[in-house]
């Protein structure tokens, strides 16, 4: 009968899946327990532990915005809302320099009946918004500054966010160019 | 990853975030009742005169409809404990006129102040970090500040902290 010396514990030899005579698998129950300490742990998190609560996005993270080219006079603009988190469709504007975004088409949003405003229309995830260009911007940068407002479901509001974001615009304008953000992510955001 | 699938289910639970805080001991007030602000007249109000009240601090706007929406039920409150000692100053970050027009639509029965730069970093010296609306401060008569919350007091929350504070000596 052999026996690895090295290992003496039995939860050491399961976890390692050596010696034949002593091996255990992790079976059912202790992939329950993990399940349910998982669970536990979550939900003690999620009841607000102090400290530990989720915490309210920044606007920066809640309403990302980015843009790219799409030829010397056309730029895309792009919001991606997070889940939970709404925007204004009437507080969005847009500007730039040295060459001026002319009058934009705003897609149509969720309508919300608000008591005070009336009817007013909201964007929630992705919203793509096409902004012409006054005149073709073409071998040079364009900064882009976007102003807007939003809320989060949970009943918070933001107070108005101004971004911005500067461009390369090719001077052939072959296709598209690449979405640029405005507050890119970290690598470990 | 069955077990990291369930952990983050919870966690991701639609749990609102409301950040509020009970003091067990009174943080200094201080620096709430040394605001000035001017309300929708153009006159500086200090709010070191309300020393000595309960004083609800409500940092709201008329773009913000969360906020509109608690403000009936502090006028109410305001109304029936106004006698007791019970004070709602509001700091609306907003423009003067849409302040007006929106404190008679809804005929506000305490002072509405307007505020900028300073009071917004107030705020966020008080724990709102992002300076989002509406955001609330509870003085004691001591000038103590006992709960600060970030997003709507419900009703019931706000009353059964009120009756604490304007019961106590």
């Known amino acids: 009968m052999t ?36 669970l536990a742990f979550g939900t003690a998190i999620a009841a607000g532990l102090p400290g530990l609560a989720p915490k309210l996005l920044p606007p920066e993270q809640a309403f990302r915005f980015s843009a790219r080219v799409l030829d010397p006079a056309t730029i895309e603009a792009r919001f991606d809302v997070a889940d939970g988190y709404y925007l204004y469709r009437d507080k969005l504007r847009f500007t730039a320099e040295p060459v001026q975004v002319l009058p934009v088409d705003l897609p149509r949003g969720q309508r919300k009946h608000d008591e005070f405003f009336g009817d007013v229309e909201t964007y929630r995830g992705a919203v793509t918004v096409r902004l012409p260009l006054a005149s073709a911007a073409s071998g040079g940068t364009l900064v882009l500054h976007a102003d807007s407002q939003g809320c989060a479901d ?8 101004p971004q911005k974001l500067t461009l390369v615009v090719p001077a052939n304008g072959a296709k598209p160019g690449p979405f640029v953000e405005a507050a890119p992510r970290g690598l470990f955001r | 990853m069955g077990a990291a699938v369930v952990g983050a289910a919870a966690l991701a639970g639609g749990i609102a975030f409301y950040q509020h805080v009970e003091t067990a001991a009174p943080r200094d007030g201080s620096a ?32 913000c409809a969360p906020c509109r929406e608690e403000m009936p039920h502090f006028i109410a409150a305001q109304a029936k404990d106004g006698a007791k000692g ?17 404190a008679q639509e809804i005929r506000l029965n305490y002072p509405a102040l307007i505020g900028g730069l300073g009071a ?31 997003g709507p007091l419900k009703a019931a929350q706000l009353d059964a902290l009120l009756d604490r504070l304007l019961t106590s000596p």
Not at chain 1, 7 to 31: H, M
Not at chain 2, 35 to 62: E, H, I, M, Y
Not at chain 2, 88 to 101: L, N, P, S
């Open chain 1, 3 to 38: 026996r690895q010396k090295s290992l003496r514990s039995p939860w050491l030899r399961a976890t390692n899946g050596i010696s034949a005579g002593s091996r255990r698998r992790l079976g059912l129950v202790e992939r329950s327990l993990a399940a349910l300490a998982a």
């Open chain 1, 154 to 161: 949970a009943g918070v509001c933001y107070p108005p966010n």
């Open chain 2, 32 to 63: 709430v009742l040394a605001l000035v602000l001017p309300d929708v007249d153009g006159r500086q109000q200090s709010l070191s005169q309300w020393r000595g009240k309960v004083l609800v601090v409500n940092f709201w706007a008329t773009w």
């Open chain 2, 86 to 102: 019970l004070q709602f100053v509001g700091i609306a970050v907003d423009q003067v006129d849409k302040v007006r027009d929106f």
């Open chain 2, 120 to 150: 917004i970093e107030l705020s966020k010296a008080l724990g709102n970090e992002l300076a989002a609306l509406p955001f609330t401060i509870i003085l004691d008569r001591g000038g103590g500040v006992v709960h600060t919350q970030l």
